[in-house]
């Protein structure tokens, strides 16, 4: 009898310990970038994307990021983030951010964001000074 108890009884602490890790598990953020401008590459829209999920991570340090394609998030948790890229020249960014609640269906979107540089100035400063302003203005969902 006791082996049976001890067997359930591990049983019960490990689903337990599984229900706590699930509620103390990190929230996720989906995040998507994507583009209209046909002349935009992959590749800056690869540093543009980076550079923003560096920033959320900075912000946001109880998060975890995960890059996913606009069709894996169906049966994701969390949020997704998608931030839509306008233009990417030596001398402007510009995008807007959209949310969205996983749990919720809620959406939640940003203002259309532009960030203008000197002529001059390193691009990588610019589109960083993008990243955090474009977050800044377009609060993520846990926010509301």
Known sequence: MSAT?????????????MTVDAKNAEPQIHLICET??????????????????????????????VATGESNTENAQGTVATLVVQALQSDQVKGELFWQNLETK???SGPSLQVDGMDGAPLQRLIEGFARDVLHVSMPPWDK
Do not use: H
Request: proline share 4%; aromatic share 10%; glycine share 2%.
């Open 36 to 65: 209209p401008v046909k002349e935009l590459s992959e590749a800056d829209l690869k540093v543009v994307c980076e550079t923003l999920r560096l920033e959320i991570e900075q912000q946001f340090p109880e998060r975890r990021i």
């Open 106 to 108: 809620e959406n939640y």
């Open 5 to 17: 108890y001890s067997f359930w009884g591990a049983l019960m602490l490990s689903a337990l310990a």
